[in-house]
């Protein structure tokens, strides 16, 4: 089974920070790679897909990229409303789906 | 507008069963695959179970495999999964999610508000 790997599990910033999320595969994923938000007690929100398409809605100030087996979600202006967990998903081995463990994201 | 209602969960004593259920509207249901995916509390994302549009192929994690069921009515618009067995490991927020597009096999975009079930004696 593929395994997402995420770095870090945690860190702090500050509004306005540029914030940068890993995710690592154990194998190559192609560009099958998923990003979602969650906040407590909600559901998870998706903000990207493909690695780097945009999902409608979501505030440009998100970007994906990577390929193969390394994977960045960047949050280029951190925003109060961006403390959260986010994590990573693939689903390039039809039928099998996997998630990263998550990065919490909280205020400095 | 998508939307996904689970409902069902409730306390359990362990060796026991219970069906969450996941109404879908805004949709057309019997075109697009669902899954199943849980949370423990504090932890992170696992996917559960999934079935094709029309229920032709169901897959499993293999921590439920044997144990849990994933079902659908296309008539009625409603997913289902049937837990059996369970033990206090399968505490955690189920959550009921669509699959993106028609062909299977992507990423999961909604999901629902989720539904808490507890395995405890």
């Known amino acids: 089974a593929i395994q997402l790997t995420q770095s870090p599990s945690s860190l702090s910033a500050s509004v306005g920070d540029r914030v940068t999320i890993t995710c690592r595969a154990s194998?190559?994923?192609?560009?099958?790679l998923a990003w979602y938000q969650q906040k407590p007690g909600k559901a998870p929100k998706l903000l990207i897909y493909?690695?780097?398409s945009l999902e409608s809605g979501v505030p440009s100030r998100f970007s994906g990229s990577g390929s193969g087996t390394d994977f960045t979600l960047t949050i280029s202006s951190l925003q109060p409303e961006d403390f959260a967990t986010y994590y990573c998903?693939?689903?390039?081995?039809?039928?099998?789906?996997?998630f990263g463990q998550g990065t919490k994201v909280e205020i400095k | 507008q998508v939307q996904l209602v689970e409902s069902g969960g409730g306390v359990v004593q362990p060796g026991g069963s219970l069906r969450l259920s996941c109404a879908a509207s805004?949709?057309?249901?019997?075109?697009?695959?669902m899954h199943w995916v849980r949370q423990a509390p504090g932890k992170g994302l696992e996917w559960v179970a999934f079935?094709?549009?029309?229920?032709?192929?169901?897959y499993y994690a293999d921590s439920v495999k044997g144990r849990f069921t994933i079902s659908r009515d296309n008539s009625k618009n409603t997913l289902y999964l049937q837990m059996n067995s369970l033990r206090a490991e399968d505490t955690a927020v189920y959550y009921c999610?669509?699959?993106?597009?028609?062909?299977?096999?992507?990423?999961?975009?909604?999901w629902g508000q989720g539904t808490l079930v507890t395995v405890s004696s």
């Open positions: 194998q190559g994923i192609s560009s099958a």
């Open positions: 493909d690695a780097s």
């Open positions: 999610a669509k699959d993106r597009r028609a062909a299977a096999g992507n990423w999961f975009d909604p």
């Open positions: 079935i094709r549009y029309d229920g032709s192929n169901k």
């Open positions: 998903q693939q689903f390039n081995s039809y039928p099998q789906w996997t």
């Open positions: 805004g949709f057309t249901f019997s075109s697009y695959g």
